[in-house]
């Protein structure tokens, strides 16, 4: 082939996502699988969603690139104002922008590792150096390395709080004393894809911060706790200013009408939203115990997904799992190679989970 990609990409290993559930059917020939691979949700949606979903739509008119429907019902659910809002399809699109955007060469981001892949995944790609800070031995992020990690160069710092693979998260204190430490001109990206699920009563309440550190960045998703992940719609909230200067980096029509429409839907069913809380603890603690009884390392998981330390290779694991029908993820792509990480499913699914883990690791 004589045609050149940037340089940059020669870097890059694609996402690994969950194996889907058609693809695990077919090669093993199971009538039945379970997918507790990504996180997603196992309750599905609010009624206000799928009833909407249900109805014929407009697909042939382009949707409103600005969101302005959906703008208006989050800026009221989070009481910020409309512009400081940006709206990607998944927070993943809103990560890109954000390195297409700042990073570039004679540029650097500083993350925790192992973390969310997209931050480094995006800034390899603007050929931005990725200085990565191991999380502690308990799978925190190492937020004294990581200011200490900065410097001159750097123009974002990645916080997963809670982080994905872990699942572990940074308290209030720790949070407020990190950004009063990080220089105004780095800009502080707080993902929280899976805020909806924590329980610590001493978990940052990062909005009113926005007025406090005009650096500061929160990025949200629909496709987790609302459970729209094939929808494809996340935002970030941060300063207004900030949010105008990169706003002429999205597509014109990036997030889809259907959507916008069904995440206003979602969002007006807090009620939905309690429940899955209560039955995602309920399991979390439950598989927690399974897991802790039998002698497992579980990592302290205030999410919908558990890390455990098998002190066994996770290929295998995932492997074997697969062939009974269960998808998990293995934790070697994860950078945790003796652990699987686990999805918490409904409590059906849980059950075979377990059933099939038994069978497994004897
Ligand atoms: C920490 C974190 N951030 C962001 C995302 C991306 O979510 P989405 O693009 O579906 O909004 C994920 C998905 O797994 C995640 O775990």
Not at 73 to 79: I, K, T
Not at 202 to 226: E, G, I, V
Not at 258 to 282: G, P, Y
Request: net charge negative.
């Amino acid at each position: 082939m004589k045609i050149t990609l940037k340089q940059s990409m020669n870097e890059l290993t694609p996402y690994e996502p969950g194996r889907p559930i058609e693809a695990v059917k077919e090669q093993y020939g199971l009538t039945e699988v379970i997918k507790l691979a990504s996180n997603e949700n196992p309750y599905g949606v609010s009624e206000k969603v799928s009833e909407f979903l249900a109805a014929p739509k407009m697909t042939q008119i382009y949707p409103d690139g600005h969101a302005a429907t959906i703008r208006k019902a989050v800026s009221e659910h989070l009481q910020v104002d409309e512009d400081q809002l940006l709206f990607g399809a998944g927070s993943d699109e809103v990560i890109l922008f954000l390195c297409r955007a700042m990073l570039g060469p004679g540029t650097n981001s500083v993350m925790a590792t192992p973390s969310f892949s997209q931050y480094k995944h995006n800034a390899t790609v603007e050929g931005s150096e990725v200085i990565e800070v191991p999380v502690t031995a308990e799978g925190d992020h190492d937020l004294e390395r990581m200011l200490a990690a900065i410097n001159e160069e750097t123009r974002i710092v990645w916080v997963c709080n809670p982080n994905n693979p872990t699942g572990n998260y940074i308290n209030d204190e720790e949070f407020v004393s990190f950004l009063e430490r990080v220089p105004e001109n780095v800009l502080v990206v707080s993902d929280e894809a899976y805020l909806e699920y924590v329980e610590a009563s001493d978990y940052p309440s990062t909005l009113p911060l926005l007025d406090r550190f005009s650096n500061l960045l929160l990025l949200r998703t629909f496709s987790k706790m609302y459970g729209l992940a094939n929808l494809r719609l996340g935002f970030a909230v941060g300063q207004a200013d900030f949010i105008r200067q990169v706003e002429p980096i999205r597509p014109p029509f990036n997030t889809t009408t259907f959507a916008q429409e069904a995440a206003i839907r979602a969002l007006s069913d807090q009620a939905f939203v309690q429940s899955c809380f209560e039955k995602n603890k309920v399991e979390r603690d439950r598989l927690r115990t399974f897991f802790e009884d039998k002698g497992y390392y579980v990592f302290p998981s205030q999410t919908n997904f558990l890390l455990v330390d098998l002190k066994k290779n996770g290929n295998d694991v995932f492997q074997a799992l697969m062939q009974k029908g269960i998808i998990i993820r293995s934790g070697v792509p994860l950078g945790f190679p003796s652990c699987i990480r686990v999805s918490l499913g409904t409590k059906e699914e849980n059950d075979q989970f377990i059933s099939a883990f038994e069978d497994v690791i004897v």
